[in-house]
Protein backbone atom coordinates (compact mmCIF):
# COMPACT_ATOMS: atom_id res chain seq x y z
CA UNK A 1 0.00 0.00 0.00
CA UNK A 2 0.70 3.36 -0.70
CA UNK A 3 0.07 6.32 1.56
CA UNK A 4 -0.33 9.77 0.23
CA UNK A 5 -0.39 13.33 1.95
CA UNK A 6 -1.06 16.21 0.00
CA UNK A 7 -0.88 19.88 1.57
CA UNK A 8 -0.77 23.81 0.20
CA UNK A 9 -4.00 23.92 -1.17
CA UNK A 10 -6.23 27.05 -0.31
CA UNK A 11 -7.77 30.11 -1.24
CA UNK A 12 -6.00 32.96 -3.64
CA UNK A 13 -7.00 35.40 -5.79
CA UNK A 14 -7.16 35.25 -9.08
CA UNK A 15 -3.64 35.81 -10.80
CA UNK A 16 -2.33 34.47 -7.30
CA UNK A 17 0.23 31.26 -7.36
CA UNK A 18 -0.13 28.13 -5.00
CA UNK A 19 1.98 24.88 -4.52
CA UNK A 20 0.96 21.90 -3.65
CA UNK A 21 2.74 18.93 -2.29
CA UNK A 22 2.20 15.52 -2.11
CA UNK A 23 4.56 12.83 0.23
CA UNK A 24 4.44 9.48 -0.83
CA UNK A 25 4.99 6.85 2.33
CA UNK A 26 4.34 2.91 2.77
CA UNK A 27 5.24 0.93 -0.45
CA UNK A 28 7.24 3.10 -2.21
CA UNK A 29 9.49 1.32 -4.30
CA UNK A 30 8.78 1.25 -8.40
CA UNK A 31 6.67 3.96 -8.65
CA UNK A 32 6.87 4.94 -11.94
CA UNK A 33 4.07 7.74 -12.35
CA UNK A 34 3.10 10.67 -9.81
CA UNK A 35 0.57 13.84 -10.82
CA UNK A 36 -2.08 15.39 -10.06
CA UNK A 37 -5.96 15.69 -11.01
CA UNK A 38 -8.60 18.59 -10.13
CA UNK A 39 -12.30 17.89 -9.81
CA UNK A 40 -14.81 20.87 -9.59
CA UNK A 41 -18.11 20.54 -8.72
CA UNK A 42 -20.64 18.76 -11.07
CA UNK A 43 -17.55 18.13 -13.49
CA UNK A 44 -15.52 14.58 -13.99
CA UNK A 45 -11.82 14.81 -12.38
CA UNK A 46 -9.56 15.37 -15.06
CA UNK A 47 -5.73 15.25 -15.44
CA UNK A 48 -3.67 18.45 -14.69
CA UNK A 49 -0.30 17.21 -14.91
CA UNK A 50 2.08 14.04 -14.11
CA UNK A 51 5.64 13.15 -14.60
CA UNK A 52 7.19 10.01 -15.25
CA UNK A 53 10.26 8.67 -12.88
CA UNK A 54 12.32 9.76 -15.41
CA UNK A 55 11.53 13.35 -15.26
CA UNK A 56 8.66 13.16 -18.63
CA UNK A 57 5.86 15.40 -18.00
CA UNK A 58 2.64 15.76 -19.50
CA UNK A 59 0.35 18.70 -18.81
CA UNK A 60 -3.63 19.50 -19.66
CA UNK A 61 -3.62 22.26 -22.24
CA UNK A 62 -5.74 24.84 -19.94
CA UNK A 63 -2.56 24.63 -17.68
CA UNK A 64 0.18 25.04 -19.72
CA UNK A 65 2.13 27.51 -19.47
CA UNK A 66 0.98 28.14 -16.17
CA UNK A 67 1.53 25.28 -13.84
CA UNK A 68 5.04 22.97 -13.34
CA UNK A 69 5.17 19.81 -12.09
CA UNK A 70 8.19 18.18 -10.57
CA UNK A 71 9.02 15.47 -8.19
CA UNK A 72 12.16 14.71 -5.61
CA UNK A 73 12.47 11.03 -5.67
CA UNK A 74 14.61 11.37 -2.25
CA UNK A 75 11.39 12.40 -0.29
CA UNK A 76 9.01 10.51 -2.36
CA UNK A 77 6.83 14.16 -2.82
CA UNK A 78 5.37 15.50 -6.46
CA UNK A 79 5.03 19.08 -6.38
CA UNK A 80 2.51 21.45 -8.44
CA UNK A 81 3.79 24.89 -8.71
CA UNK A 82 0.63 26.65 -9.83
CA UNK A 83 0.62 30.46 -11.12
CA UNK A 84 -1.50 32.89 -12.83
CA UNK A 85 -4.40 30.98 -11.05
CA UNK A 86 -7.77 31.96 -12.73
CA UNK A 87 -11.22 31.13 -11.42
CA UNK A 88 -11.34 27.96 -13.40
CA UNK A 89 -8.84 26.95 -11.88
CA UNK A 90 -11.03 26.35 -8.69
CA UNK A 91 -11.21 22.77 -7.73
CA UNK A 92 -10.61 19.54 -5.45
CA UNK A 93 -6.73 18.55 -6.24
CA UNK A 94 -5.61 15.11 -5.92
CA UNK A 95 -3.00 13.14 -5.91
CA UNK A 96 -2.06 10.32 -8.21
CA UNK A 97 0.71 7.41 -7.90
CA UNK A 98 1.00 4.69 -10.00
CA UNK A 99 3.18 1.67 -9.25
CA UNK A 100 4.62 -1.23 -11.16
CA UNK A 101 5.43 -4.38 -9.11
CA UNK A 102 6.13 -7.83 -10.82
CA UNK A 103 4.29 -6.72 -14.00
CA UNK A 104 1.08 -5.32 -12.16
CA UNK A 105 0.08 -1.98 -11.78
CA UNK A 106 -1.54 -0.59 -8.80
CA UNK A 107 -3.18 3.32 -8.72
CA UNK A 108 -3.83 5.15 -5.50
CA UNK A 109 -4.98 8.68 -4.65
CA UNK A 110 -5.19 11.02 -2.14
CA UNK A 111 -7.62 12.49 0.02
CA UNK A 112 -7.87 15.88 -2.07
CA UNK A 113 -7.03 19.79 -1.52
CA UNK A 114 -9.03 22.58 -2.05
CA UNK A 115 -7.63 25.37 -4.45
CA UNK A 116 -10.30 28.09 -4.68
CA UNK A 117 -9.42 31.11 -6.76
CA UNK A 118 -11.38 34.39 -6.26
CA UNK A 119 -12.22 36.77 -8.95
Known amino acids: QVQLVESGGGLVQAGGSLRLSCAAS????????MGWYRQAPGKQRELVAN???????NYADSVKGRFTISRDNAKNTVYLQMTSLEPEDTATYYC?????????????WGQGTQVTVSS
Open 96 to 108: KVVRLWRGETSTY
Open 26 to 33: GSIFSIIV
Open 51 to 57: IGSGGRT
